[in-house]
């Protein structure tokens, strides 16, 4: 709310998941100005120094290096100075973000997707059992198969994404339907990929995964962060939902272009 003078906006409330908020000096804040629904929500700057701040670090399952926050604000007065952009015109502020926020997601699930698989082709070429390598048993050799499988056509789809990003003029980003269908189709396979790779390997370490140190530890690592990928950005299930909504979308537009 803004106090009766009009130069602050106070701010309340609390926000979870908070990527690097134990390291940053400033936060960028979605605060509701105006009325109910997304017409009513604007962006403020506030500084870590303002009185009425308090960051606590999560402990999480993984990527601890992240710094994830629990942030409360406290009768936190804000210049109105530090309005960003437009009163009440965060949301689409942050919808058009989500784009760029995605394709991040996607292109760092697809590079530890292919680690996974680099650490278990390593190991299985190295471990010997039954008196043979591991990549000599034919149930090895299928489950690397399906991990390259997945990971190779993730990533060419990645490749074909980035090139629409940097071909599709920046300001149709955020409307154009083809590019947020398959933003958001890709970041559901990216992060299943992930998913089945991290399993897969695991499965191929066997107890070496299960341990913090040695052979296995990248591979016992990223078993326990898949989840920080499946889930920020829009879950598996957001993603499939936003898909079809873009295509029921899609095909509106060509049967009325066909009247």
């Known amino acids: ?30 605060c509701r100005t105006g009325g109910p629904g997304i017409g009513g929500i604007s962006l403020l700057l506030l500084e870590r120094t303002m009185p009425g701040i308090e960051c606590t670090q999560m402990d ?34 942050i919808m058009y973000n989500f784009n760029y926020e995605r394709w991040g997601i996607i292109a760092q699930a697809t590079k ?19 008196g043979k390598k591991l990549v000599e048993h034919g149930m090895i050799k299928w489950k690397l198969a399906e991990m390259a499988r997945q990971v190779e056509s993730t ?18 980003h955020f409307t154009h339907l083809d590019l947020i269908m398959d933003i958001s189709l ?3 396979q990216a992060t299943k990929t992930f998913e089945f790779c991290a399993r897969e390997a695991a499965q191929i370490f066997g107890g070496a995964s299960y341990v913090r140190g040695g052979q296995g530890e990248k591979v016992e690592r990223l078993y326990r962060e ?4 499946a889930i920020p950005g829009g879950s598996e299930e957001i993603m499939l939902d936003l898909a079809v909504k873009m295509a029921q979308k899609k095909y509106g537009q060509v049967l009325k272009s066909r009247l």
């Open 1 to 30: 709310t803004k106090d009766a003078s009009g130069d602050f906006y106070v701010v309340n409330g609390e926000k979870k998941w908070i990527t690097n908020g134990v390291f940053a000096d400033y936060f960028t804040v979605a």
């Open 60 to 93: 999480c399952m993984g990527v601890w290096p992240s710094g994830t926050t629990y942030i409360t604000f406290d009768n936190v007065k804000v210049p109105k100075e530090n309005l960003i952009g437009v009163e009440n015109a965060g949301f689409m502020y």
């Open 112 to 130: 530890l997707a292919r680690v996974c698989l680099e650490e278990a082709f390593k190991y299985a070429n190295k471990r010997r059992t039954f």
């Open 155 to 172: 990533h060419a789809h990645l490749e074909s994404l980035t090139y629409q990003l940097n071909t599709i003029p920046r300001e149709e």
């Open 186 to 188: 890709l970041k559901v």
């Open 226 to 229: 898949v989840r920080a990928f």
